[in-house]
Structures are given as structure tokens and as C-alpha cells.
């Protein structure tokens, strides 16, 4: 069972800061290739939540709650990561669930966008 923290932009420590970019980072720009640029100031805007779920202390599974309006007219859930070591433990199955829950919280009775890379379905299906 993960432990969960839900923080604005300017709730993170620098050191949870750190570890979300680096386990975006080692998912998104080193594992998966992705050419676009990681850091698109949308972390900081104003509404922005970072869910954030720990196992034993060290940040495993990671995701971006957006409002309506930043990302999509819808709330949305983005850079949704778990880490590569941890993978086989249904953490994303976990991750998903907690991000709809606060979104749930936080924007009630609003749509909720997911934002994913298409080209990646046949990695997931194997």
C-alpha cells in the first residue's frame, strides 16, 4: 500500500520537487523517449495538484491534476509515472485510483480528461 500526498506547486519541498522531476524524467524522457519538453510550466499554474505516493519513504508512483482549462476544457491527469523497479506491483492501478478520487474531490461532478501517449499501447499490452 502506497502513502499518498496531494500538494500544490508551492506545497513541495524542494527534495519532493526533485524526485517528481527525476522520476518524470528517468519515465517519461529516458525510458520512454518522449521528445517534448518535461518542464512546461504548467506545474506551477495556479489549481495544480501533484499526487505523490511514497513506499518506504521513496517516491514510486507520480501524477498532475490539472483544473478545466489548463490542459483540456476538462480536469485532467497528466505525467502520470511509476517508477520502472516497481513495476508488476499494480501501483498505476493504485496511482489512476487516487487521481480520480482527488479529482473527484477537488472538481466534483467535472469530466476528467486523462492525457497519454497513443504509441505506448502496445508497450502496456505485452
Same mark, same amino acid.
Given at each position: 500500500?502506497?502513502?499518498? @500526498? !496531494?500538494?500544490?506547486?508551492?506545497? *513541495?519541498?524542494? %527534495?519532493?520537487?526533485?524526485?517528481?522531476?527525476?522520476?518524470?524524467?528517468? &519515465?517519461? =524522457?529516458?525510458?520512454?523517449?518522449?521528445?517534448?519538453?518535461? *518542464? %512546461?510550466?504548467?506545474? #506551477?499554474i495556479n489549481? =495544480?495538484? +501533484?499526487?505523490?505516493?511514497?513506499?518506504?519513504?521513496?517516491? &514510486? /508512483?507520480? /501524477? #498532475? *491534476? !490539472?483544473?478545466?482549462? &489548463?490542459?483540456?476544457?476538462?480536469?485532467?491527469?497528466? #505525467?502520470?509515472?511509476?517508477?520502472? +523497479?516497481?513495476?508488476?506491483?499494480?501501483?498505476? +492501478?493504485?496511482?489512476?485510483?487516487? /487521481? !480520480?478520487?482527488? @479529482?473527484? #474531490?477537488?472538481?466534483? %461532478?467535472?469530466?476528467?480528461?486523462?492525457? /497519454?501517449? =497513443?504509441? !505506448?499501447?502496445? =508497450?502496456?499490452?505485452?
Open positions: 500500500m502506497l502513502n499518498w @500526498c !496531494l500538494l500544490p506547486f508551492s506545497g *513541495l519541498t524542494t %527534495d519532493q520537487l526533485y524526485e517528481l522531476l527525476k522520476l518524470r524524467t528517468d &519515465v517519461f =524522457v529516458v525510458e520512454q523517449n518522449c521528445p517534448y519538453p518535461e *518542464l %512546461d510550466d504548467k506545474d #506551477r489549481g =495544480v495538484y +501533484h499526487l505523490l505516493g511514497t513506499s518506504n519513504s521513496e517516491l &514510486v /508512483a507520480y /501524477a #498532475r *491534476l !490539472l483544473p478545466p482549462g &489548463v490542459s483540456f476544457p476538462q480536469v485532467s491527469i497528466g #505525467r502520470v509515472a511509476v517508477a520502472g +523497479h516497481t513495476r508488476g506491483k499494480k501501483y498505476g +492501478h493504485q496511482l489512476i485510483g487516487k /487521481a !480520480l478520487e482527488e @479529482c473527484q #474531490r477537488l472538481w466534483p %461532478d467535472t469530466d476528467i480528461q486523462i492525457g /497519454a501517449q =497513443v504509441y !505506448l499501447e502496445k =508497450v502496456y499490452q505485452q
